[in-house]
């Protein structure tokens, strides 16, 4: 079945530090998203890619997806506090609706 | 983008009851989804709400455990049977599809004793 894996599982960095969460799927998919879910909180939504090798920024952070369109990469700069959360990449397939979420990526932040 | 109310949003019950959870979407949306989630995990979908016709459920869920209805395009449940411990969880209903964001609903806490 269709996998989507994350790594780091976990990761604590010091405030300013910069940080990296991978998204690596078992199949081609059709487009990624990425959604951060704050504790105690539901995913929300951060930024779509759609095209083979897309570059996204918001502020601080930088997505990419890769050129086979099976991974993709967040990279937050010089973070703080208000980053903590969980990272999730999800993927669409060309077939079907559906819409599978990675493993997870928990970033802590120490002030 | 559209405001999904989830109800209720925790429970607490008995094993072997039943608990329907409620999604209600503020527009009209053509696919709706259920997720769980269990403790520090990701998400899994349950399956797709299709309205007009039975749902279509992911591998590993079944709908004797997990019926859903979809009676319109702004409505779902998600009932949980026979509830046992391992149904502990957080479930969620989400509006979108593979080409858009997805929104979700602010989950339902359900622990089971």
């Known amino acids: 079945g269709q996998q989507v894996m994350q790594i780091p599982q976990y990761q604590h960095v010091q405030e300013g530090e910069d940080f990296t969460t991978y998204c690596n799927s078992s199949?081609?998919?059709?487009?990624i998203q990425w959604y951060k879910q704050r504790p105690g909180g539901h995913p929300v939504f951060l930024i779509q890619?759609?095209?083979?090798?897309e570059v996204k920024k918001q502020k601080r952070l930088t997505f990419q997806f890769g050129e086979a369109k099976k991974n993709s990469s967040l990279h937050i700069t010089a973070t703080q506090t208000t980053d903590v959360g969980t990272y999730f990449c999800?993927?669409?397939?060309?077939?079907?609706?559906?819409?599978?979420f990675g493993t997870g990526t928990s970033l802590t932040v120490i002030p | 983008s559209a405001v999904i109310s989830q109800k209720p949003s925790r429970d607490i019950c008995q094993r072997g009851t039943s608990l329907t959870i409620q999604c209600q979407v503020d527009?009209?949306?053509?696919?709706m989804f259920w997720y769980r989630q269990q403790p520090g995990q990701s998400l899994t979908l349950i399956a797709t709400?299709?309205?007009?016709?039975?749902?279509?459920?992911e591998s590993g869920f079944v709908i004797d455990k997990f019926p859903i209805s979809r009676p319109n395009l702004t409505f779902s449940t998600l009932t949980v049977s026979n509830m046992s411990p391992e149904d502990s969880s957080i479930y969620l209903c989400?509006?979108?599809?593979?080409?858009?964001?997805?929104?979700f609903g602010d989950g339902t806490r359900l622990s089971i004793l």
């Open positions: 709400a299709n309205q007009g016709s039975e749902a279509t459920y």
């Open positions: 890619l759609v095209k083979s090798g």
């Open positions: 199949t081609t998919l059709s487009n």
């Open positions: 527009s009209q949306v053509t696919m």
């Open positions: 989400s509006v979108g599809n593979a080409n858009q964001p997805q929104h």
């Open positions: 999800a993927g669409g397939l060309d077939t079907g609706n559906q819409f599978y």
